[in-house]
Nanobody
Framework: QVQLVESGGGLVQAGGSLRLSCAAS????????MGWYRQAPGKQRELVVV???????NYADSVKGRFTISKNNTKNTMYLQMNSLKPEDTAVYYC?????????????????WGQGTQVTVSS
């Protein structure tokens, strides 16, 4: 069983910074895609950034130049450095991964989500 555990959310003033972490654990064979989504109150979940293994990050226009995704492949951990935060960045942030796991009779690939972490930016 795979788990994605997030940490690092909180309350920050506009212009401040936060760093989110997402650690994947379990019988992981490979992590094919990782990324972050967010959902503000009354709005649909939206993509923040996604990165395909071996590829370049794809950022939402609203966060380009302010947010940076990074990975530690050895630890199966992903980070989201968020700078110059704005009140409109307030949302629950979810980490996402498409992971291939070892099964008794082979491998299985499916999507996994973290539990979500609240980010609140005050004006």
């Amino acid at each position: 069983q795979v788990q994605l555990v997030e940490s690092g959310g909180g309350l920050v003033q506009a212009g401040g910074s936060l760093r989110l972490s997402c650690a994947a654990s379990g019988s992981i064979f490979s992590i094919n895609v990782m990324g972050w989504y967010r959902q503000a109150p009354g709005k649909q979940r939206e993509l923040v950034v996604v990165i395909i293994s071996g590829g370049s990050p794809n950022y939402a226009d609203s966060v380009k130049g302010r947010f940076t995704i990074s990975k530690n492949n050895t630890k199966n951990t992903m980070y989201l450095q968020m700078n110059s935060l704005k009140p409109e960045d307030t949302a629950v942030y979810y980490c996402y991964a498409r992971i291939t796991t070892r099964q008794v009779m082979g491998v299985q690939t499916r999507d996994y989500w973290g539990q979500g972490t609240q980010v609140t930016v005050s004006s």
